[in-house]
């Protein structure tokens, strides 16, 4: 049988596709990513026109029955991204949570099978979570080894694999500015590509690390963030959703289900997409 995903994982298509999402990453001409968790979020949010497509890790680990936070398995997480991959015709770009590994080797075993599923681009954060779903943040130097591990793994197959490193200083208030700007010059020393902080929205905040990251800044939006002109004014390169459309979702089954239930009535679903819209989206080959 016809690995169905094929031509997103040959070699030299690879390559092309890497070095293609890697241009849009643009300060002042931001790439806007709407973060995406299956096959059909990826095509409508392509189909809407993105130049590219994401996976949210929370989006994709919900979808798949578990928990955020370093819950899913590599081969869960990575089984949906080739999935994802296989349905579009831009790049994509994997979250993979802190790499699915416990050590270094183990992110570069990851790097690979990332590549094997058709991906161009991963965040891999610096969050270290406990069995109770605590995190903290993990050495600056033990993060380092993990980002340059993944840099070899991509370089050794000759993929310019995008590795945005996000360090989640601002996102659980572990630390100042000048903590996030530490962090971000030692993972882009290891090889990182670009760096993004979840939690940081706050203009003067924004423009700080704009101006202090020696690389392509990534922030994640929701409401009462700033509009995407504002942010690229500001300089920023890439513009993330984060699980924030996953979320609107998932809203959307709560209050159908509760109304239909407690109600017995129906208008949570007037502003479906059509079926007939839907089964033609998904029934051409990707």
């Not at 031509?7 to 690879?14: A, F, K, Q």
């Not at 690390?209 to 963030?225: D, K, Y």
Request: include cysteine.
């Amino acid at each position: 049988m016809t690995n169905p995903n094929s031509l997103r994982t040959d070699p030299s298509s690879l390559r092309e596709t890497a070095l293609a999402f890697r241009a849009l990453h643009v300060p002042g001409r931001p790439l806007v990513l709407p973060n995406v968790w299956d096959a059909v979020s990826a095509r409508i949010v392509e189909g809407a026109g993105a130049g590219a497509v994401a996976t949210t890790s929370a989006g994709l680990a919900w979808g798949l029955g578990v928990a955020d936070g370093d819950r899913l398995d590599r081969d869960g997480a990575l089984g949906a991204v080739g999935r994802i991959a296989a349905v579009v015709r831009v790049p994509v770009s994997a979250d993979i949570e802190s790499g699915y590994a416990r050590d270094a080797q183990g992110v570069a075993d990851t790097i690979r099978a990332v590549l094997a599923a058709g991906a161009v681009g991963v965040n891999i954060e610096d969050a270290l979570y406990d069995a109770a779903g605590g995190a903290r943040l993990r050495p600056i130097a033990e993060q380092a080894e993990r980002i340059a591990a993944a840099r070899a793994a991509a370089d050794a197959a000759g993929v310019a694999l995008y590795v945005n490193a996000r360090i989640d200083t601002c996102l659980r208030g572990a630390g100042k500015i000048g903590e996030t700007l530490e962090r971000a010059a030692a993972f882009l020393a290891a090889g990182a590509d670009g760096v993004f902080v979840p939690g940081a929205v706050d203009p003067v905040t924004v423009k700080t690390l704009v101006e202090g990251v020696e690389g392509p800044l990534n922030v994640m939006v929701g409401p009462g963030a700033p509009s995407v002109a504002e942010l690229a004014a500001l300089g920023v390169a890439r513009i993330s959703a984060g699980s924030g459309i996953a979320q609107a979702a998932h809203a959307v089954v709560r209050r159908a289900a509760r109304e239909l239930l407690d109600a017995g009535t129906y208008d949570s679903l007037t502003d479906g997409l059509d079926y007939a819209e839907l089964n033609t989206l998904m029934g051409r080959s990707g």
